[in-house]
């Protein structure tokens, strides 16, 4: 038995070794067709032994690839592309498969990358890769060719394998990445244009407008081939159907994606992203009772059946993650920390719910025992891993725990532009601004650039260094999209120097983009205790409308603790008209610990005037409506937010306190009547 590799490539030097290497001792020939490689692919490939042949671009990628079958001389075929590789371990498994074999071609599964970088987030599908070398079997279509169509139409048995392939060309939306897409895009569209009743083209468009986040044009494509395809045994078909209730779910069209999941789960029984997708849609509507209800059947069916093309952990960790979420949007801290540990149970490089662990756990427990339990349950010795440990801990503001991490993680992974960002921006909120400007220094390109300098600039100026700000700030200047910020921090040493102030933008985004930076700006002044400089940036904020600065400040306050004067403000801000649910909520909240409660029950029921769906209110309006013995009143109330949230432990459990205080106030008022 003689196995070809069939490839066609332009410009792999990047990944071609890669794929390259996978296949030694597995692939009897390589086969590589060029079609204009101006890079040293060409070299790479001759230097694994490959046969290499020229094929000038057409803009059809079939006919390249049935190029490369009319060199290859084996009794079978396995086609890869470049970004691809076979799975280490998995050579073996295909020719013991093909030496016995009955069937004329065969599925591999494909795990596709995606993220940052391989790991756990992979989508798995099916993809017909092996077949028998015969002439009559060709591919079709100028692009997202196929020739599994081929091999049927010509009597051919076609079956699958546990044989695996890795996929890293989704990984990073590079420039390159981008370019691909745009060039997907203008092949699928003349296409589409030449055959119209191409369901699996229509369906190929739709896949690229979905990558560029252009939903409404996706749902379109994907709309017009489902309304003709043949049957839904077609291996596109339980995906096209899951990708239109995905566009359907981000055009917040939410009846219309739970009535298209609704039959496709009908359809296909063992497809669990159908299930996880479903209950994300709930999540979204804050239907939290039925998202629970939801993310249990994922648990309880599993993973989906490897036919479909499914996302990883729908059936396990992913779907554990999902229903922490919802019981921590209800307030059931205990059933999210238990679902939240279950999801690292399963899958202890899910590193998603490590934040919402940090965010119930580190306010409430002891910072040993959080730091124990994540030991616990992660792997402290996978630099990643302590990277978003840092992260969490820096969000909860305890930032040397989080700088340990932090340079834990460097010194197992490398100092790489993003970690020492981290860490200079954890010696910043440390008050150690000399080592943070030289952490920051450290950074001299990439997507970090920019941030860091201004960092060092904040630094800078801490330590009444104006004039290196300034060359600073000049040579910051330059950078795509900076000038706002350059000018609020211009603004900003101005008045800590005594020199003149300049202009800021007065409207429209860079206006926004202004207000961000400013508040970004004061926020880190009050979280530095820096008051001094905190009044005097304080003029960054004239310019801004009142009602808009009497609220912004008032929530920034509220943030840092500072309760006197958010509420100042608040109480400034609501005054001036401004309708804000969340800054009632902080009056309300404020009133409370004041102990002024009647004040805090009409904050509370104005702010869930505002927002029906604020469930924090709920219980806080019930407490204090309870401790003022307005028992019927705290009924009605968490009857309203059981209504909205039935699936509440909580709401549940305040019922039952407050129904015995009714019921207990009742029996009052009848024995003292005897």
Not at 282 to 289: H, Q, S, T
Not at 330 to 339: E, F, I, M, N
Not at 483 to 494: C, E, G, I, L, N
Not at 521 to 533: A, D, N, P, Q, Y
């Amino acid at each position: 038995m003689k196995l070809s590799l069939c490839m066609i490539v332009k410009d792999e030097e990047e990944h071609l070794p890669r794929c390259l290497r996978s296949v030694q001792g597995v692939v009897d020939e390589i086969v590589v067709v060029d079609t204009g490689s101006t890079d040293q692919t060409v070299a790479i490939a001759q230097g694994f032994g490959a046969k290499v042949f020229y094929f000038p671009w057409t803009g059809d990628f079939s006919a390249a690839r049935n190029f490369s079958l009319e060199k290859a001389t084996g009794d079978w075929i396995i086609f890869l592309d470049a970004d691809e590789e076979l799975v280490a371990g998995d050579g073996p498994k295909l020719r013991e498969l093909l030496t016995s074999a009955e069937a004329d071609g065969y599925y591999l599964t494909e795990i596709n990358f995606v993220g940052d970088k391989p790991g756990i987030d992979a989508v798995i599908n099916v993809t017909f890769r092996v077949f028998r070398n015969r002439p009559e079997y060709r591919f079709t279509g100028a692009i997202h060719e196929q020739i599994v169509a081929c091999v049927q139409k010509q009597g051919g048995q076609i079956a699958f394998s546990d044989v695996r392939i890795n996929h890293y060309g989704y990984l990073n939306q590079t420039s390159r990445g981008k370019k691909k897409i745009q060039r997907n895009l203008a092949i699928l569209q003349e296409e589409v244009k030449k055959r119209p009743a191409d369901n699996f083209t229509r369906f190929n468009l739709g896949v690229e407008y979905l990558r560029m986040g252009n939903y409404q044009e996706a749902l379109r494509e994907f709309q017009k081939a489902f309304h003709k395809i043949p049957t839904l045994e077609l291996a596109y078909a339980s995906i096209l159907l899951r990708n239109i209730a995905v566009c359907l779910r981000e055009l917040k069209r939410y009846s219309e994606a739970l009535t298209v999941l609704a039959d496709a789960i009908e359809a296909y029984p063992d497809y669990t992203d159908l299930l996880f997708l479903k209950a994300c849609v709930y999540a979204d509507m804050k239907d939290f009772d039925a998202a629970v209800a939801a993310y249990k059947e994922c648990l309880a069916r599993g993973e989906s059946n490897t036919r479909h093309v499914t996302q990883q952990g729908v059936g396990s960790y992913r779907a554990w993650y999902g229903l922490g979420q919802t019981y921590e949007q209800l307030g059931d801290y205990a059933q999210a920390v238990r679902a939240y540990t279950e999801a690292l149970k399963a899958n202890r490089y899910f590193l998603g719910p490590v934040f919402n662990l940090a965010g119930i756990l580190i306010p409430r427990e002891d910072i040993r025992a959080v730091k124990e339990f994540f030991a616990r349950y992660l792997d402290l010795n996978d630099a990643e891993t302590l990277e978003v440990l840092g992260q969490a801990f820096f969000l909860e503001k305890r930032y040397q725990e989080a700088l340990e991490y932090v340079e834990a993680a460097l010194s197992r992974g490398g100092p790489s532009q993003r970690l020492l960002f981290q860490k200079g921006e954890l010696l910043l909120n440390l008050g150690r601004y000399a080592a943070a400007a030289a952490c920051f220094q450290k950074i001299k390109d990439g997507a970090y650039n920019f941030q860091a300098g201004l960092s060092r600039v904040f630094c800078l100026l801490m330590q009444e260094k104006y004039s290196e700000a300034a060359g600073l700030l000049d040579l910051l200047a330059g950078e795509e999209g900076a000038r706002p910020y350059v000018s609020v921090y211009r603004d900003f040493a101005a008045l800590l120097s005594g020199s003149s102030l300049s202009f800021l933008p007065g409207a429209g985004e860079k206006r926004l983009l202004c207000e961000e930076a400013v508040f970004d700006l004061l926020g880190k002044l009050l979280e530095l205790r820096e008051f001094e400089k905190f009044e005097r940036a304080l003029a960054l904020v004239e310019r801004i409308p009142e009602r808009e600065r009497h609220l912004l400040l008032g929530k920034l306050y509220f943030k840092h603790g500072f309760k006197d004067s958010a509420a100042e403000e608040l109480l400034a801000a609501v005054g001036a008209g401004v309708q804000d649910a969340e800054a009632l909520a902080m009056l309300a909240e404020i009133a409370v610990e004041r102990g002024f409660d009647e004040e805090a029950a009409v904050f509370y029921r104005h702010a869930l005037a505002l927002d029906g769906k604020a469930f924090r209110c709920y219980t806080a309006l019930a407490s204090v409506l309870s401790r003022l013995h307005r028992y019927q009143e705290a009924r009605a109330v968490v009857e309203e937010g059981l209504r909205r949230f039935p699936a509440s432990s909580l709401l549940r459990a305040a019922l039952r306190g407050v129904e015995a205080a009714v019921n207990f106030q009742e029996r009052e008022v009848v024995g003292g009547a005897r």
